[in-house]
């Protein structure tokens, strides 16, 4: 795909949902083009309503969003919709549709009023099928599905969407292991091979580390750190982000940063000494 | 009709035969309306056959009953029927709850209102312009009202829900306020409330179409994004739409639908409520065939309606709405029931 490259940048943003309170704000923030980017944070610490508000389905309480410096509240919603896609955390689709009927809806912002599909419309509907490994359940409806297919059925549409921009909030939710793993594969393998510039929300670290290019912590109104995977995945990090303890070891095998939380009340670290504190303390 | 009464959802084979079913039940829909249609012109206080209609069409012995009385009565049921069930569909699909409706939202009570209000306040002379223009009125304040309260309150369907519910009592109050003022014209305010198509002629029948025909554009535009206002907001928003906007264009078509309707019959329950269910329940989601399904089952019912009406109490008759009403009623009760008893 020779995707022309689009740059999505915010300047002195405050998002959230009441202009007396907003949920997050920051100066500055650029999503690298062409990378993967992974929004971390605890419940309620506003990363949904940031990745909502980079995709204009929430408008920003100040400062502006924007697609290479075009505020986009001024870019058409159609052809905005042509360069970012956004998969929200717990889609609603209209009832009784089939996997491929759900992806035709993708191509919607590429047609034009009262226009019938074209071969390329079909071609991508075909592609983005294949690459979630639905060509076999196409036909089947998506309230027969399981959670994982539907789940893979979503990100199927945003492909048929071909945008150059994909945003992901908790896409891997009430999946199990294997499925989660398939579906941060599967946007893994679309950066790698069409440059697709990929925004997600996870609450896997783990994951977060393996599969992200640049991660943004987010805590306490506003952004924490931001960078590189080993570069934010640090005790530090995550005793002021999340509040936990934890040691921060290489992944065997991949080299990423792998998490390890320590329990509560097992600071001191011998096996012993943690049953006597809590013993001590709780009892 | 036992396809009903097992499940709310059609159960059609998947595949190809799904479009032919559908488009058999939509014939055999055409077929129903062209009955009640032929039984609406040909029976009445003096009823007449098959021939001595065509012969008052052509000009003969009855076409004063035929052209001026029956003929008017039977079109604009069958038009202010299609209106409000289009009406309906397009309201549940902006709020996103099946049990809108024009009346339920508040839009037929507030239509009424400004029809009460220019029938009690206006000289009679001057009314055959002051009601339309009440009618007007009415809706566009009641829709307004809607629209900046629900953006006050946020325009999340169910909250939409509630500010029109909250707007329907406030106008039912205005009505009956008046009616307790002017008690001597109570008469003519009670067709506002209940709705009749009794003494409709033939000019109501063409501004009724040829305000519908102004619609239809709409409508068809209307049709193209219903499917799409299925999706979330977020995914809405990320297909290229504002989802305020769609759900503002939804609401105007069905204000404007709903009030041609209220112009000519008055305000008519339930059937904005009952076509489009009916719809859905034989012909699936899909808005290629639940637009034109709604608007044809409502064109049945409210002219089967009104012929039950002039039937049931010979020779007095029983208004169009009451009706509706009688069938409507025990309808909504029957769905809610097998709603419950399907989610157990």
Request: glycine share 10%; aromatic share 4%; hydrophobic share 50%.
């Amino acid at each position: 795909m020779a995707e022309p490259t689009h740059h999505l940048t915010a300047a002195s943003l405050a998002v959230g949902y009441s202009p007396s309170r907003p949920v997050l704000t920051l100066d500055d923030l650029a999503i690298p083009t062409g990378r993967i980017t992974t929004l971390i944070g605890s419940n309620g610490s506003g990363k949904s309503t940031l990745l909502r508000t980079i995709a204009r389905a929430l408008d920003p309480l100040g400062g502006v969003v924007s697609l290479d410096g075009d505020d986009i509240a001024h870019v058409p919603r159609r052809q905005l919709a042509t360069i970012l896609s956004l998969l929200p955390q717990s889609p609603t689709a209209p009832e009784g549709l089939t996997v491929r009927q759900l992806c035709e809806f993708g191509r919607h912002p590429h047609r034009g009023f009262l226009k019938r599909s074209t071969d390329a419309d079909r071609t991508a509907v075909d592609n983005a099928l294949a690459a979630a490994h639905l060509e076999e359940l196409s036909g089947q409806r998506l309230d027969e599905l399981s959670g994982g297919q539907r789940q893979r059925a979503w990100i199927a549409m945003c492909l048929a969407q071909q945008t150059p921009i994909m945003l992901l909030d908790e896409p891997t939710t009430f999946l199990d292991i294997a499925h989660q793993l398939e579906v941060l594969d599967l946007l893994h393998e679309l950066n790698r091979t069409t440059g697709t510039t990929i925004v997600m929300v996870l609450h896997d670290l783990n994951h977060a580390a393996q599969y992200s290019d640049h991660v943004i912590a987010v805590a306490d109104g506003g952004v924490h750190s931001r960078g590189r995977p080993a570069e934010v995945f640090t005790t530090e990090t995550l005793r002021e982000v999340f509040d936990v303890e934890a040691v921060v070891i290489p992944h065997p095998v991949t080299g990423a940063p792998l998490c390890l939380p320590l329990p509560r009340a097992s600071n001191a670290a011998a096996p012993n000494a943690y049953s006597r504190q809590t013993g001590a303390s709780n009892l | 009709m036992s396809m009903i009464l097992k499940s709310g959802r059609p159960r059609i084979p998947r595949g190809t035969s799904l479009r032919g079913r559908r488009l058999t039940g939509l014939i055999a829909v055409v077929v129903l309306v062209i009955v009640i249609t032929v039984a609406g012109i040909c029976v009445g206080a003096v009823p007449l056959a098959p021939a001595q209609v065509l012969d008052g069409l052509a000009g003969g012995p009855n076409a004063f009953i035929v052209q001026e009385y029956r003929l008017p009565r039977v079109g604009v049921t069958l038009l202010a029927g299609a209106a409000l069930a289009v009406s309906g569909l397009l309201l549940q699909a902006a709020v996103r709850n099946p049990l809108a409706s024009p009346d339920v939202i508040g839009i037929t009570k507030g239509a009424a209102l400004g029809a009460m209000s220019a029938t009690v306040l206006v000289p009679a002379a001057a009314q055959s312009w002051a009601i339309p223009l009440g009618i007007a009125a009415g809706a566009s304040v009641v829709t307004a009202a809607i629209l900046v309260l629900a953006g006050r309150v946020g325009s999340r369907g169910s909250t939409l829900a509630l500010v029109g519910i909250a707007i329907a009592a406030l106008a039912g109050a205005g009505m009956q306020y008046l009616m307790t003022v002017f008690p001597q014209k109570s008469d003519q305010a009670m067709v506002w409330l209940a709705g009749s198509a009794y003494g409709t002629n033939s000019t109501d029948v063409a501004l009724l179409s040829l305000w519908l025909a102004a619609c239809l554009p709409v409508v068809i535009s209307c049709t193209r994004l219903l499917d799409l206002s299925a999706f979330g907001d977020d995914s809405l928003s990320s297909l290229g739409h504002a989802p305020t906007r769609v759900r503002m264009l939804f609401v105007i078509t069905a204000v404007a639908l709903a009030g041609g309707a209220v112009a000519t019959v008055g305000g008519i329950g339930f059937l904005g409520l009952l076509a489009p269910h009916l719809a859905r329940t034989l012909f699936g989601s899909r808005p290629a065939w639940l637009v034109p399904a709604s608007a044809l089952l409502g064109a049945a019912l409210l002219s089967a309606a009104d012929l039950a009406g002039r039937l049931i109490a010979l020779p007095n008759e029983i208004p169009a709405g009451i009706v509706a009403a009688v069938i409507g009623g025990p309808y909504l009760l029957f769905v809610l029931i097998r709603e419950a008893r399907i989610r157990g």
